[in-house]
């Protein structure tokens, strides 16, 4: 069921110092330094080798902005869009406030799948589990506690499924991942937006939790257990459990079950999947922070439901040409046509050419405070 996405979507903000990637090396002082989500990780390394203008690690979208915020990075990576608090907070630290009022850039960059994992896998034929929306909010309400519960089995007919308790892998940071992951199940099921408040770092109840950080850490918690499910970014689901193989082959990766003009389709996620959510065009009189509602739970036919977009976060005014140009020649290389091209080389799914123009042209509002970078210097 398609409903619009509520609530802010506001946590704590997980500190995670992980190794930077991609572009010049660390120090080096022309690179711009980003920061943020987890699932964005494998397109940014590839953007910013191929820009060479960045560098970025991979430490949670919830960080990711806490240092875009604090000015620690001049770039960052987002999976959700920014709360009032938190664009109240970029005002605070930068004191830069466009002539329309705006204090933060924030563009779509990329769209991609979160994939459920499982441990658990049918014998034979069908070759991997299905599960609805509702089985999955209680799966991860904890309403549902064990493999071989009606609802689980009501998905998967003719399937044996074993009779032990489900352990459930969650994320340990302030992951947009998770944002996105809750957000979908609440609108399948009020029950689980009563249990789980949708957020970045949700308080999960129930026992046979696992946390672990990232989605790196995600697919270690799913593949070195045999009674476990869990939730990752494409990427890096065929990474640790296709070996490279492509998604249609990876089997620990679930179908969701989506109605649809009245019949059930169950869909596997794939960057073509993903691709036709975002197929129907943003209005024009929506903001581009409403991207990621208007792709998540998407009614095109074929569609893959759970869809994460990933906003580039930047501030309206830079210290200086170099940082400026830096910063903003990363995002034009990230909407460019070979920047895309990357994005589906690594399992994710470009956006559509009429929403890169609309991001382009909002490039416009970052500036350098000695004017020497902006609109007319472009």
């Not at 099921?189 to 026992?207: E, I, M």
């Not at 739970?297 to 200086?320: C, K, N, Q, W």
Request: net charge negative; proline share 7%; glycine share 12%.
């Amino acid at each position: 069921m398609r409903r619009a996405m509520t609530g802010a979507l506001l946590a704590a903000l997980a500190i995670l110092p992980l190794a930077a990637c991609g572009g010049p090396e660390a120090g080096d002082e022309k690179a711009a330094e980003g920061s943020g989500s987890t699932f964005a990780r494998q397109a940014m390394r590839a953007w910013c080798d191929g820009s060479d203008l960045c560098t970025y690690r991979a430490v949670g979208s919830g960080q990711g902005v806490a240092d875009a915020v604090g000015q620690t990075t001049e770039l960052g990576m987002s999976d959700v869009p920014l709360t009032d608090e938190e664009k109240e907070a970029f005002f605070r630290t930068g004191g830069s406030v466009a002539p329309d009022g705006t204090v933060a850039v924030q563009i779509p960059v990329l769209m991609g799948a979160v994939a459920v994992v499982t441990s658990v896998l049918p014998e034979g034929d069908p070759t991997r589990l299905r599960f609805t929306g509702r089985a999955l909010a209680g799966i991860f309400s904890g309403a549902i506690g064990r493999w071989s519960d009606p609802a689980i089995a009501a998905d998967n007919p003719g399937v044996a499924l074993p009779d032990r308790p489900i352990t459930r892998c969650v994320r340990k940071d302030s992951s947009g991942t998770t944002a996105t992951l809750t957000t979908f199940l609440a609108q399948e099921d009020p029950a689980f937006a009563g249990a789980v408040a949708p957020s970045r770092l949700p308080a999960w109840p129930g026992a046979r939790i696992v946390r672990f950080e990232g989605n790196e850490g995600m697919g270690a918690c799913v593949r070195d257990r045999d009674d476990a499910i869990g939730y990752i970014d494409l990427p890096d689901g065929v990474t640790i459990f296709g070996r490279g193989a492509p998604p249609e082959r990876v089997t620990r990766l679930a179908q969701i079950g989506v109605e649809r003009d009245g019949a059930m389709e169950w869909v596997s996620p794939t960057p073509a999947t993903t691709a036709l959510a975002g197929s129907v065009e943003l209005p024009d009189d929506q903001p581009l922070t409403s991207f990621g509602a208007h792709v998540l739970d998407s009614p095109i036919r074929g569609a893959y439901p759970v869809v994460l977009t990933t906003y580039m976060v930047l501030h309206t005014e830079y210290r200086g040409a170099r940082t400026c140009d830096q910063v903003v020649g990363t995002a034009r290389y990230a909407l460019s046509s070979k920047g895309q091209q990357e994005l589906v080389d690594a399992y994710y799914a470009p956006l559509s050419g009429a929403l890169r123009a609309r991001a382009l042209a909002e490039l416009d509002r970052v500036t350098a405070d000695d004017g020497s970078c902006g609109p007319s210097t472009r």
